[in-house]
């Protein structure tokens, strides 16, 4: 495998425990190569209708390239709190602001079919607007609202367009949904 085919390979990442403990940090590249746990976020943008703003990843993306996502992941830099992250990507990926809610947290692990790994401790938050996204096409080549029913319905027909993390919180995300 290559090692450029991570983007900001040199990045650090926050290392954690199953319990959100930070227990170093460590190059992005090494991280996802040996699958270690690794705090991250994911953000969830609903409009006035209660529609998902969904981000197609750029076909350069390093994993998961064109599939279709929630509005905006990564992670924080050391140093950086979660909601601070959560600001910088949001403006970066999407070009956009939104008063931003924690919800919940999940953990999950994946391997992809190109040898990376991903083992996150990702913590999500929901926000809502109805400011149009401004997207980096480094980032994202596409973007599309949807209901939740709609977006269940779409995973069923077609589970291959959608991140493996999307799928893995939908059933959370609603429960969390329905109690607001």
């Not at 190059?27 to 006035?48: E, P, T, Y």
């Not at 600001?87 to 079919?113: I, V």
């Not at 995973?155 to 949904?177: H, Q």
């Amino acid at each position: 495998m290559k090692k450029d085919i991570i983007d900001g390979q040199n990045e650090l990442l926050i290392l954690v425990d199953e319990q959100d403990n930070e227990i170093g940090v460590k190059d992005k590249l090494s991280v996802h190569l040996d699958g270690l746990l690794h705090r991250a976020f994911s953000i969830f943008i609903f409009n006035s209708h209660s529609e998902l703003l969904l981000q197609q990843r750029a076909n350069a993306k390093y994993h998961s390239p064109g599939q279709w996502t929630n509005t905006c992941c990564s992670h924080p830099r050391p140093e950086e709190s979660n909601i601070e992250a959560c600001n910088r990507r949001l403006l970066e990926e999407m070009g956009m602001k939104a008063d931003l809610q924690f919800s919940f947290s999940f953990l999950y692990k994946f391997e992809f079919s190109n040898g990376l790994i991903e083992h996150e401790y990702d913590h999500v938050y929901i926000g809502y607007t109805d400011q149009m996204p401004e997207i980096n096409l480094n980032e994202v080549q596409d973007w599309k609202y949807i209901s939740i029913s709609d977006l269940e319905t779409e995973i069923g027909l077609n589970p291959e367009l959608y991140t493996p993390w999307l799928k893995i919180c939908m059933a959370e995300l609603k429960e969390n949904l329905s109690s607001k």
